[in-house]
């Protein structure tokens, strides 16, 4: 389960980027101490303040009381629409904590300590404040962790006052975290829960994302009378629109993008399409190519064109021009009328359709094979089918940050518990598919101070208008769920971890009637994963080495579930690690690899060279009269 959305740190560059455009005032020193309000001679000047355009104010609210209106009114009516809920916690947060709570007060003299720690730190940081005030230089008791940019203003450091702010709200954060971490005896579940959620509530109460503690934000009202807050409300009420009542943000000008046209560009022909999938096979740039070709198999919790957002950094016109006959396939945003396709559905009608439809565009029956998070879950399922029928049309595997073995799933398995589940059911037996927004949600909170409270911040506080970023317009353009593939999918890999159970297990997984065994998988296998990944972890992806049969390369990019994966080797931005040897411990792996500069895109081309260099006449696509790449399937849009 990812959202190869997403993702999350090339998004979370973009989130920035998004609010880079209210730093034409963040002027450091002087800007600084003006909105911070010091004594002069660097105190405020009375001019710098602006009173706000009555007329506008008057606009506003009368915009505000209309569309106010008719916001309530479709909340209403959505939640009229719905059955209530079966719990008033559907998320069971409230025993995880009472659980928590309960252990602590079992230990008092732990807490005693925290809070005594606490204390101290606090005392310390008041006297160096003081004395920072009367002249002296004082070091800080406490700095936020490096890339966190919610205190990139001068002004959380230049001024007393909001460095004071910033490092009590550290200290408080830390004692938060700290205090729920150190709570002894409680399940991994439960102990996981509480960890995350205490981690959103710490994010959400940031100085950073309120008027009265932001500098940035002060210094923006005092500069346009107020106007930012009123542009911001505008912008709060076009979000609610969006959401019918729901709050969602927006995070991008997706006005800017359109798919076919300055995304997901790359030519080619639809080759053929069934109820699930389009086949685009795309057009050649060399005289020959590799004799084997090249399918890859996205996720259809997102939409492929993560891998052809632009030509500099899209993946498959970089294949296209290194001589593969580039397929990708390119998933249905599924309805109400696919609710009962199931796993095997997408097994059936993904790539054993597409293995018959290359072989009828180019006469090639083998193929190597990509497949990208759920996408590389679905080919590691059909290889393991496949071996048990004796088909050896795919003869290498190459898997994006996928797992396999789901014991050690991440954050993610906060979202997935028996109660959780149910509910998860439950709004899917409604629709007959999960809405694309609340898997969105879902990824978005586990990069919430980039995902979400940053564009709060910019687009609510300043008032600005999201950055365009092709990256989170893909993020934004969400993919629905069919109600049985998906309670399939969390049930017996996610929360039961059946896939990684030998076929004459009673609980193994069975599709399309062949219990599947994934260490009878004997192809040659690629595994990129990558470090910072929050959605597929790395040393779960990696356990993966001690399942396939056949002889198996593991590479590490850095940087995460995305931007590690979409690293052009243009780019020059991401290292990568290597290591011929696989041990069974992860970190064992990594202390004998070794860190090589750049994409490890020419590490993979080299690795499917040398299993086959044969090469052949290019192959143009032919013309079934289903239409141009990037086809129609990519275009439908999730109305939720």
């Not at 008041?126 to 009367?134: E, F, G, L, S, V």
């Not at 919610?150 to 004071?164: G, I, Q, S, T």
């Not at 595994?527 to 993966?544: G, M, Q, V």
């Not at 995460?560 to 690293?567: D, S, T, Y």
Request: glycine content about 8%; hydrophobic content about 40%; proline content about 6%.
């Amino acid at each position: 389960m990812a959202q190869d959305s997403g993702a999350g740190e090339a998004k979370a560059g973009a989130a920035k980027a998004g609010g880079a455009k209210g730093d034409e005032g963040t002027a450091g020193g002087t800007a600084a101490r003006e909105a911070a309000g010091q004594a002069r001679p660097n105190g405020t000047d009375p001019a710098s303040f602006r009173l706000p355009d009555p007329a506008l104010v008057s606009r506003t609210m009368a915009d505000v009381a209309e569309r106010g209106q008719r916001i309530v009114g479709d909340f209403l009516k959505r939640q009229a629409e719905g059955a209530p809920a079966s719990s008033p916690d559907p998320l069971h947060i409230g025993s995880a904590f009472l659980d928590m709570t309960t252990r602590l007060m079992a230990n008092p003299a732990r807490l005693v300590q925290a809070q005594i720690g606490f204390w101290q730190d606090y005392l310390t940081l008041w006297q160096n404040t003081a004395r920072r005030m009367m002249g002296a230089p004082t070091p800080p008791v406490i700095e936020e962790t490096k890339g966190d940019k919610r205190f990139k203003d001068d002004a959380w450091r230049e001024n007393e006052v909001f460095d004071f702010i910033r490092q009590s709200y550290l200290l408080s954060a830390r004692y938060f975290t700290n205090v729920v971490q150190g709570a002894e005896g409680l399940d991994n579940k439960t102990a996981q829960k509480v960890d995350f959620y205490t981690r959103q509530f710490v994010d959400a109460m940031s100085p950073s994302n309120f008027l009265m503690t932001n500098p940035e934000v002060l210094r923006r009202t005092a500069e346009t009378g107020g106007e930012n807050l009123l542009k911001g409300l505008s912008n709060l009420l076009a979000d609610l629109e969006r959401g019918k009542g729901n709050l969602r943000i927006r995070m991008t000008d997706d006005s800017k993008f359109k798919v076919g046209e300055n995304i997901a560009v790359t030519p080619g022909k639809v080759v053929h399409r069934n109820a699930l999938m389009e086949l685009i096979q795309y057009t050649p740039t060399t005289d020959k190519v590799l004799k084997r070709p090249l399918l890859i198999l996205p996720p259809w919790i997102n939409k492929f064109y993560i891998l052809d957002l632009r030509p500099k950094n899209s993946f498959i016109r970089w294949a296209v021009e290194q001589g593969h006959t580039v397929f990708v396939v390119s998933w249905v945003n599924p309805d109400e009328h696919l609710a009962d396709k199931g796993f095997e559905d997408y097994m059936r009608e993904g790539p054993y359709a597409a293995l018959d439809a290359i072989e009828a565009a180019t006469g090639e029956k083998s193929v190597n094979a990509i497949g990208y998070c759920l996408g590389g879950t679905l080919l590691a399922c059909t290889l393991a089918h496949m071996a048990a029928r004796k088909d050896t049309r795919i003869k290498s595997a190459t898997y994006f940050v996928t797992m396999t073995d789901f014991e050690e799933a991440g954050e993610l398995g906060v979202f997935i518990d028996e109660e959780q589940l149910l509910g998860i059911e439950e709004k899917m037996s409604k629709k007959g598919f999960l809405e694309g927004r609340e898997m969105a949600t879902t990824f978005n909170m586990l990069r919430a101070n980039d995902l979400i409270w940053s564009f709060v911040v910019n687009n609510y506080l300043l008032g600005q208008e999201p950055f365009p970023f092709d990256l989170l317009y893909w993020n934004d353009d969400s993919t629905r769920m069919p109600a049985k593939m998906h309670s399939f999918y969390l049930r017996r890999m996610y929360q039961q971890n059946d896939l990684v159970k030998p076929a004459f297990d009673p609980g193994a997984i069975e599709l399309d009637g062949v219990k599947i065994d994934l260490r009878k998988i004997k192809v040659p296998s690629y595994l990129i994963s990558t470090r910072e990944d929050h959605i597929a972890p790395w040393k779960s992806t990696y356990r993966a080495t001690q399942i396939y049969g056949g002889k198996t390369r593991f590479v590490l990019a850095a940087s995460g579930h995305i931007a590690g994966v979409v690293n052009s080797p243009d780019s020059g931005k991401y290292s990568h690690w290597v290591n011929t040897s696989l041990p069974a411990d992860p970190d064992e792996w990594f202390q004998g690899a070794t860190e090589l500069a750049g994409s490890w895109w020419p590490d993979w081309q080299r690795w499917v060279l040398a299993l086959d260099k044969t090469m052949v006449p290019a192959r143009p696509p032919a013309d079934p009269g289903l239409g141009d790449a990037p086809g129609s399937y990519v275009k439908v849009i999730a109305k939720d």
